[in-house]
């Protein structure tokens, strides 16, 4: 069962070894995060041209609980866009957020702007 909904800015920093990358190490195990996500961190991937098989396997290796962007989680995700419009939200960090919002669980984000939200949803920031 997982305990946090992980953002992809915590994750690419994780694999790139950036500040913050020790929390994201502590909370990795126990975190789950969307399909949605995870696509934003494998483009990411893909447009520093790591091959796909290495892709997954990098992907698969950090995170196995990977939550499918479903009816409730598209409305959820949708509600939050009036919400969140005036801080500059894409809809990958909506995506996130609004699976924090359906499991009732914190965020985990490198996103500082997060920290200005009020939606019903903890943060917790990794640098």
Not at 10 to 32: P, T
Request: with cysteine; glycine share 6%; net charge negative.
């Amino acid at each position: 069962m997982s305990e946090f909904v992980l953002d992809a800015s915590a994750l690419i920093a994780l694999i790139n070894s950036e500040k913050g990358c020790d929390q994201v190490e502590q909370y990795i195990n126990k975190s789950c995060i969307s399909s949605v996500n995870i696509s934003e961190v494998a483009g990411i991937l893909h447009d520093i041209l790591i091959p796909e098989t290495e892709i997954e396997t990098i992907l698969g290796k950090l995170i196995t609980n990977i939550i499918p962007f479903d009816e409730q989680h598209a409305y959820e995700t949708a509600k939050l866009k009036s919400k969140t419009k005036k801080y500059g939200l894409s809809f990958g960090d909506r995506a996130c957020l609004s699976l924090g919002i359906i499991k009732k669980l914190p965020v985990i984000t490198a996103d500082k702007i997060w920290n200005s939200l009020e939606i019903g949803v903890k943060v917790i920031m990794i640098r």
